[in-house]
């Protein structure tokens, strides 16, 4: 194989989407010598100061879309971290017969939470218990929904538009929020889960589907009322086995059936009781970015897979079969996030040092001293200060680094007041004594 800088030099990728996560995308494109062009519906979005051009459209109207694509004239088009472009980015593909990872049917089952939910069940993978109500609101189905719950606009993700409800008004508001949130005025009401929380993340090639790495995530309970944003993950999953042994057969038969050959997947899911039940899923590289840990340990990059499939049809040469280990090869990760309060922020502590770490391979931060975190971002990964990303030789060592920085990383206010949010139970993840 070429090396990838000189290979394609000169190449133009339209990526879609613009906030913070899609960054190192744009970045790797960059470094492969490709002249990248970030387009999204907001004019000053984060990635775009990262791109060779950028350029505006208005909420997914993919005739603009397909517009800036042929003014630019560009070998290739790829959605970045957002699931709500996944459709545009499939429509506008197939209008100028350039490759795409996703085909129409695939986009009908992974861009709609209750589709996708339906669609899980006939394989025998069981989504959370769900109540029904519509924008009726009738007596008799609100009489039937037992409190707590969580509600959802159909087609957003990252907490946004998503709430929790202990009685009838706080349910009323939930949906009137998730409305406001969803391009298809659809919302879901589901039971809120309090129990373990996981990822399944998988990686395809040319129909071959590799389970890239089963985690553990932990999410916040400091916010009542509000979506449970995640405060990070270890690696492997503490039930790892469970789950092959009991669902990770009926997954790749549904991926298969549905027609997925390329592309990367996240499931999100819950474990309660013996029992799986999973909630979400993201048919493009996820905000958390597992990627970056498969990279660190297994050598290869899902971000230029994709952007090389998007230029040319395949995504290289890589045998995921032999590169590809979801045990890790014995060894131990996790992501940190730091979540932060509402507040102008003061004085950020301890995260310069951690550059030099050699435990950390990625520190991706997205909040800096003196900006603010605005109200509506609470509930949702807006109010992430960063993400740091740790590779370990053993579950001891990888607890002792986690602990360390948990307690070194501190964020004020401009009065000197904490703005930090407790992070998980380190000892209680990783089943320490």
């Not at 993950?233 to 469970?242: A, L, M, V």
């Not at 298969?256 to 029992?275: A, D, K, P, T």
Request: glycine share 8%; aromatic share 10%; proline share 3%.
């Amino acid at each position: 194989m070429k090396e990838s800088g000189k290979e394609f030099e000169g190449k133009k990728l339209l990526i879609l989407g613009g906030n913070p996560e899609t960054i190192p995308l744009v970045e790797m494109a960059n470094h492969m010598g490709i002249k990248t062009i970030v387009a999204s519906d907001r004019h000053n979005d984060a990635a775009k100061a990262y791109a060779w051009k950028s350029a505006d459209f208005r909420g997914l109207d993919v005739a603009s879309v397909i517009q800036i694509a042929r003014e630019h004239d560009v070998d290739g088009v790829l959605v970045g971290v957002a699931d709500i472009l996944v459709p545009t980015y499939c429509k506008v593909c197939k209008a100028l017969d350039l490759p795409c990872y996703a085909t129409q049917e695939i986009v009908n089952v992974f861009s709609f939470k209750d589709v996708f939910k339906a669609t899980c069940e006939r394989y025998g993978i069981h989504g959370i218990p769900e109540f029904y109500l519509d924008e009726s609101m009738k007596r008799e189905d609100l009489d039937k929904i037992q409190y707590p719950v969580m509600v959802k606009p159909v087609d957003n993700g990252g907490g946004v538009g998503m709430t929790v409800a202990c009685n009838e008004e706080e349910l009323k508001a939930g949906v009137a929020l998730a409305l406001e949130n969803s391009h298809v005025k659809r919302f879901i009401i589901e039971k809120y889960m309090q129990c373990d929380d996981m990822g399944m993340y998988y990686t395809f090639k040319d129909g071959y589907c590799s389970a890239s790495c089963i985690y553990d995530r932990y999410t916040t309970n400091e916010q009542p009322g509000c979506s449970r944003v995640c405060l990070g993950g270890t690696y492997p999953s503490k039930h790892i086995d469970e789950y092959f042994e009991r669902l990770h057969s009926n997954a790749v038969r549904m991926f298969r059936e549905i027609g997925i050959e390329n592309g990367v997947l996240m499931l999100s899911g819950f474990y309660e009781n013996g029992e799986f039940y999973v909630y979400d899923t993201g048919f493009r590289l996820q905000g958390e970015a597992p990627h970056i840990l498969m990279k660190a340990i297994h050598g290869f990059d899902q971000r230029e897979m994709l952007i090389r499939f998007a230029l040319t049809g395949s995504e290289g040469n890589i045998d995921l079969r032999t590169e590809d280990d979801t045990r890790l090869r014995g060894k131990w990760a996790a992501t940190l996030w730091f979540l932060l309060k509402e507040g102008k922020i003061g004085k950020i502590e301890g995260l310069n040092e951690i550059d030099a770490d050699e435990h950390v391979v990625a520190n991706i931060q997205r909040l800096y001293e003196g900006d603010i975190v605005l109200p509506e971002w609470i509930g949702n990964e807006k109010q992430v200060l960063a993400r740091i990303y740790l590779v370990c030789n053993s579950k001891m060592e990888l607890a002792d680094v986690l602990k360390y920085y948990m307690n070194t990383v501190k964020v004020s206010d401009e009065h000197n007041e904490n703005m930090l949010l407790k992070g998980f139970d380190v000892n209680e993840a990783l089943e320490l004594k």
